[in-house]
């Protein structure tokens, strides 16, 4: 082969500067503007302090999600995940967690799917560490989607190496090279 | 327990078959009159409590648009209560719904899409005399007040045997809603729960949909999208011709591209050729699902517009709850029959008056809509539309599962032109009542 070189123009590493409000023309969702569709997909970075003495409580459910995926690794399918970031900081003012997630759908969109999913799989419980976390969680979800949209931090330059790929279309192409190799291999 | 005799019968009750339908669309000048229109039009809208009354077979629904509330001087904390994207209108929804090119609402037909719709009266009947009795009554509810302007109307009536424009059957799938007493076409499927389709009931999330308030004017009230769509009939005939190399072809590609056979009958029952009498037989042209059977699509493509509309069990993988896009879906035809067999444009307009009604007009229509309808990330089909409601700038694709090899359809052209819509509310009959008696 002559050349390694992604051939495919589709494939074509991109960024996007963003403006400062994180969209560009303001389309209303439900809960508040929504954002566009980056060469990183969508996704969201959700910043809250954690209340004192929680850092702990904070990090042990690392470890519950850890176990959940384990026990039924398509619990977050309804998510559209592709990564999530969890990170506890102290920025001088006390410590926050960062929940940082790229999906392929429009949150404001899938949000009923988003909230179904924290309340059967407990997700939930984890934020009541938060700071401004509505009390009445469990009864008020409208109050939950505001907390996510009110915490969220759009981002102002977004990359991506292979820009709008879902993760659905990544796996496929993944299996589909395994079942190219499998194919070949029984040629030999 | 649901509160039928609060509840428009038009929102549980599938449209008759035959049918005929009268849009009434009017514009109030005056509050006072408006109100009073109101007070009338609670005493001509059925209740969904006696389907066996006199109204069984011809009755009437009364729709308010947001510019139709602020009209009837609705106190403004009731009109903020209202969710954004009715207050904005569907026009403003454009973007999100795909009405852009020839579908933009700067080209759809006046006054469909402007501050000027204010109130929807639909009339629905079995036959054209029983229709022009429910047309006259709602008119004598506002013929002789002044401040209320007919401004707009449009007739609509079956097609012969029961097909709409394109030649398919329609009609044919309404979901079953629990506690309405109104069987859904599938057996296969639950009955989804009230507060789905009617506010102020448990609905499939446990996340209450908000209701307008005061309660009196939100409770077992809905939304409803009307959507008036030009169906360019030669060139969907045309197409097919262009695609297929015999009349039997045609009709097989025509299947593939709705996911049913013209007849009504579902590739999911009847895969290799049309089964009139399945399509004819209401027990059994909607009872199926796609997991199990036709995971891959083979018989019906996933790209298909049936298998779009109502994907059933079909993702379940993805983890998608279809449970919260489910909604009332009746067409009726408008417009003459393009002669069968002709193959050029006869410039005349002809297609369907869409509703759409639910409890959550952003969940549930603009969801299928942006995500179902215009878009194939659900499918892993990346940005294919519709193949025959789509809408679309430039030619698309669809993809059609068969062994060994698939075929790619391409260069299909926009079958189908928004012509025009509204978001409107459906207030229940406490809540005509209430808009009736406002004081300024």
Not at chain 2, 260 to 287: I, T, V
Not at chain 2, 303 to 321: E, F, L, Y
């Amino acid at each position: 082969m002559e050349s390694t070189h992604i051939q495919n123009a589709s494939i074509k590493p991109a960024a996007m500067a963003l403006p400062e409000e994180g969209y560009f023309q303001k389309e209303q969702g439900r809960y508040g503007p929504m954002f566009p569709r980056t060469p990183a997909n969508y996704g969201f970075t959700v910043i809250a302090k954690v209340k004192p003495g929680r850092e702990q409580a904070m990090r042990d459910y690392g470890k519950t999600i850890e176990e959940a995926v384990k026990n039924k690794p398509d619990v977050l399918a309804p998510l559209k995940l592709h990564y999530l970031r969890w990170v506890l900081f102290d920025v001088g003012s006390g410590l926050h967690f960062m929940y940082q997630g790229i999906f392929d759908t429009d949150f404001d969109r899938y949000i009923e799917d988003a909230l179904a999913l924290f309340n059967a799989t407990g997700i939930t419980t984890v934020f009541t560490n938060l700071e401004g976390w509505p009390e009445d969680w469990r009864t008020n979800v409208q109050a939950v989607a505001q907390f996510f949209h009110d915490h969220q931090h759009p981002s102002f330059l977004e990359y991506g190496e292979y820009p709008a790929f879902t993760a659905d279309e990544i796996k496929k192409a993944l299996m589909v090279k395994d079942a190219f190799a499998h194919l070949l291999d029984y040629m030999q | 327990m649901l509160e039928l005799t609060d509840i428009q019968s038009g929102v549980l009750r599938p449209r008759p078959t035959p049918y005929a339908a009268k849009y009434l669309v009017l514009r109030i000048d005056d509050p006072r009159s408006g109100r009073q229109l109101m007070r009338r039009a609670a005493e001509i809208v059925a209740s969904a409590a006696h389907p066996e009354s006199p109204d069984v077979d011809a009755w009437i629904s009364a729709a308010v648009t947001f510019s139709g509330l602020k009209a009837l001087a609705v106190p403004q904390d009731s009109l903020a209560s209202f969710p954004p994207e009715f207050q904005e209108g569907m026009a403003a929804r454009a973007s999100i719904l795909g009405d852009t090119g020839d579908n933009a609402p700067e080209h759809w037909e006046k006054p469909l899409g402007t501050p000027e719709v204010h109130v929807i009266f639909t009339a629905l009947a079995e036959n054209e005399e029983r229709l022009a009795v429910r047309v006259d009554r709602a008119r004598r509810a506002y013929g002789a007040l002044g401040g209320v302007e007919e401004i707009w109307t449009l007739d609509c009536h079956v097609r012969p045997g029961e097909r709409e424009a394109f030649g398919y059957r329609d009609g044919i799938g309404h979901p079953a809603i629990e506690g309405s007493g109104i069987p859904g076409s599938n057996p296969y499927e639950r009955p989804i729960k009230p507060g789905e389709l009617i506010l102020g009931y448990p609905n499939e999330i446990d996340i209450p949909t908000p209701i307008p308030r005061p309660e009196v004017l939100g409770k077992n009230g809905s939304y409803v999208a009307f959507r008036k769509l030009h169906q360019r009939v030669a060139a969907f005939r045309q197409y097919l011709k262009a695609n297929a190399e015999n009349p039997e072809a045609e009709e097989l590609l025509a299947a593939k591209i709705v996911g049913r056979w013209r007849s009504g009958a579902p590739l999911a029952l009847a895969s290799e050729k049309d089964d009139r009498e399945l399509g004819a037989d209401r027990m059994r042209n909607n009872a199926f699902l796609y997991y199990e059977d036709d995971k891959i699509g083979y018989k019906t493509p996933p790209g298909s517009h049936i298998r779009r509309m109502n994907p059933r069990d079909a993702i379940k993988d993805s983890g998608t709850k279809v449970e919260l896009r489910r909604m009332v879906r009746r067409g009726t035809s408008y417009g003459p029959e393009l002669p069968e067999g002709v193959l050029e444009d006869d410039g005349v307009e002809r297609g369907l008056m869409f509703v759409f009604i639910g409890a959550d007009l952003r969940r549930q229509f603009e969801f299928v809509q942006a995500t179902w309808l215009n878009h194939s990330e659900f499918i892993s089909g990346g940005p294919q539309r519709d193949p025959v409601a789509g809408t679309r700038s430039e030619p698309g694709d669809l993809t059609i599962p068969k062994r060994p090899i698939r075929r790619r359809l391409s260069g299909l052209p926009q079958f189908v032109v928004t012509r025009g819509g509204e978001y409107c509310f459906l207030p229940s009959l406490r809540a005509l009542r209430w808009l009736g008696e406002l004081q300024s």
